[in-house]
């Protein structure tokens, strides 16, 4: 998803804020767990990527329990954004 999510941000006129596991994002993150089949898994966003009151849309290519996207749902009202 990493090309896919900013060729529709660019299409749509809207900026790309990427989710990653942890450790993957430079600098202060937000931090969230999710449920994956075979255990728990977190997810992180930086600090003051979405702005508070934005909207966002979660686009996520691996729909298996639904886990991964509601986290990435999580991170964004944790920084102030709705879905």
């Known amino acids: 998803l ?12 809207a900026a790309y804020v ?5 450790g993957k ?3 202060e993150c937000l931090k969230v767990s999710y ?3 075979y255990g728990t898994d977190f997810f992180e966003i930086q600090v003051g990527s979405i702005k508070p009151g934005s909207k966002a849309i979660v686009i996520d290519d ?3 329990t639904g ?3 509601n986290a990435a749902g999580q991170l964004v009202k944790n920084s ?3 879905v």
């Open 25 to 27: 994002l430079p600098g």
């Open 2 to 13: 990493d090309a896919m999510g900013p060729t529709i941000a660019i299409r749509l006129g």
């Open 67 to 69: 886990g991964s996207a």
């Open 35 to 37: 449920e994956k089949e």
């Open 62 to 64: 691996l729909i298996a």
């Open 80 to 82: 102030g954004g709705s």
């Open 18 to 22: 990427p989710v990653r596991k942890v």
